[in-house]
């Protein structure tokens, strides 16, 4: 299956605003948690329909409705109804393949980027789409799949941690894109241990399993920039906009999300060009043993040119040779034999040919 681009036919010539959702089902079914707080009281709980909260949108606190798994079109729907939400917002968010970015409409805004994370049984990067509507007293979240990895944000909430309490809903915002950023920074460190492992190899014992490790490693590499680079993009923007649901110190906040995702944007720079390096020392590793054995073979070849002129002659078929009348002829061959040997040799060694 492609991870870099996935388009079906029939959704070609679709109206943008048309409520179908475009992606992979991931969960079985649509799960609604809603999390409604202000400064002192404090309302957790799972809800079955979308007429149970309907009515959060008109108290002056602030509502974090998370849901996760995006398939059931109906609920959605009723989400955009009974929040009076812009159809083209819910339809960019059941487009899990659309690119990391930041949309204003009338009444929202609305943020989408990629949630990463590594699979431990088979070392790859997942990604999964994450989707933001912000509203001025409503939050809405959007995964493929239910996941603690807002976990935190969540902790923090129970735990009345005065930042977060007081804050709106442009500060959880905020909260909620620190994880994803935090996460790629993770993912990023755990891919680097790899490759950082795979140098320390790369000179002990250079083979093309080595070469395998490297070219897997840099189509995780470019699946990881594949989802960082767009969030960059989104991230700065959304730290220039002028919304109307952000408010002047949230944006000190995102301003801090900028050094971040340029780092983890950074790294996976870095990463590429250790990689580039990693592959050329791997060639010129395999060329100088290469060198190494031709030198070998040259000096072996060398040696016995002369061994093999002697023992032409000596074996030459002429009925008349001097030497061969001689007992000690032999012997004194392979002597001659032995001295040119070393003496090449040591001619050799002499000249730091090997």
């Known amino acids: 299956m492609a991870r870099f681009i996935k388009k079906k036919k029939k959704e070609i010539g679709l109206s943008p605003d048309e409520l179908i959702f475009r992606g992979q089902k991931k969960a079985d079914q649509v799960l609604l948690r809603i999390i409604d707080f202000d400064s002192e009281n404090l309302t957790e709980e799972d809800v079955k329909t979308v007429k149970e909260i309907s009515e959060f949108q008109y108290k002056n606190t602030v509502t974090w409705l998370n849901v996760d798994g995006l398939h059931n079109t109906s609920i959605m729907h009723e989400i955009t109804s009974s929040f009076n939400l812009d159809s083209l917002a819910m339809a960019e968010v059941l487009n899990t393949e659309a690119r990391p970015r930041i949309i204003e409409y009338d009444n929202c805004t609305l943020i989408t980027a990629k949630m990463l994370r590594v699979d431990e049984t088979t070392g790859k990067t997942l990604v999964e789409n994450l989707s ?79 070469i395998n490790e490297i070219n897997n490693y840099k189509r995780e590499l470019n699946f990881l920039r594949k989802s960082i680079k767009p969030a960059k993009e989104m991230i700065f923007s959304l730290a220039k906009t002028d919304s109307d649901f952000i408010t002047d ?29 990693q592959l050329n020392i791997y060639h010129t590793t395999i060329s100088s043993k290469l060198n190494d054995i031709m030198k070998f073979l040259t000096v072996f070849s060398v040696i016995f040119i002369p061994l093999t002129f002697i023992a032409g002659i000596y074996g030459t078929n002429f009925e008349y040779i001097p030497e061969l009348t001689y007992k000690y002829s032999y012997f004194i061959m392979w002597i001659a034999m032995i001295i040119v040997a070393i003496s090449m040799l040591l001619f050799f060694k002499k000249k730091k040919w090997f």
């Not at 799949?145 to 902790?155: A, L, M, T, W």
């Not at 994880?179 to 241990?193: A, K, M, P, Q, T």
């Open 132 to 210: 933001l509507i912000l509203t001025k007293t409503v939050l809405f979240s959007f995964q493929e799949q239910k996941g603690d990895v807002f976990e935190p944000v969540r902790e923090r909430i129970r735990k009345q941690k005065k930042r977060i309490r007081n804050g709106g809903t442009d500060y959880l915002t905020f909260a909620l894109l620190d994880i994803v950023v935090d996460n790629y920074l993770y993912v990023i460190s755990v891919l680097g241990e790899k490759i950082e492992t795979l140098e320390e190899n790369l000179l002990l014992n250079p083979n093309q399993n080595i």
């Open 249 to 277: 110190s949230t944006y000190v906040h995102f301003k801090e999300l900028e050094d971040n995702i340029s780092q983890a944007n950074d790294a996976t720079d870095n990463y590429r060009e250790i990689l580039s390096d």
